[in-house]
């Protein structure tokens, strides 16, 4: 496991996105405008960098990473924020962002755990 954190706290319009198959994760000090907009996380030590073929758990659903965004390891490790794009499509890659197999994405409430596992 190179990351693990869990929501506590989500914002009033972060579901909104579901319906463009994203999520935003943020860590508490996430910029007053945004926090409204992102499921809030714990920001935790990220061990390792993220890659193509890791897996990324969301409680125990399970996505392969098929991108990761030129930013996505400093912001996780710096800010506890990511992108998570759930589209399966690469085509227009943007630096915060990690994008995943596409595939629906689990019920995120308070509690859930968020996990990132190295694909040895």
Same mark, same amino acid.
């Given at each position: ?43 935790? *030590?990220? $061990?390792? %960098? ?5 897996? @990324? /758990? ?7 990473? =098929?991108? #990761? ?17 759930? *589209?399966? $499509?690469? %085509? ?5 962002? @990690? /994008? ?7 019920? =995120?409430? #308070? ?10």
């Amino acid at each position: 496991m190179i990351y693990a954190t869990e929501i506590q706290e989500i914002g009033l319009s972060a579901k909104e996105f579901l319906n463009e198959e994203i999520i935003v994760l943020f860590g508490f000090n996430a910029p007053p405008d945004l926090r409204p907009y992102c499921f809030l996380i714990e920001q935790n *030590k990220l $061990d390792d %960098s993220i890659e193509v073929d890791d897996t @990324l /758990y969301i409680n125990d659903d399970s996505y392969k990473i =098929i991108a #990761v965004g030129d930013q996505v390891n400093k912001n996780l490790k710096d800010l506890g924020h990511i992108t998570i794009n759930f *589209k399966g $499509d690469t %085509s227009n890659l943007m630096a915060g962002s @990690l /994008y995943v197999e596409k595939k629906a994405i689990s019920n =995120i409430e #308070v509690g859930t755990k968020i996990i990132i596992e190295k694909n040895n």
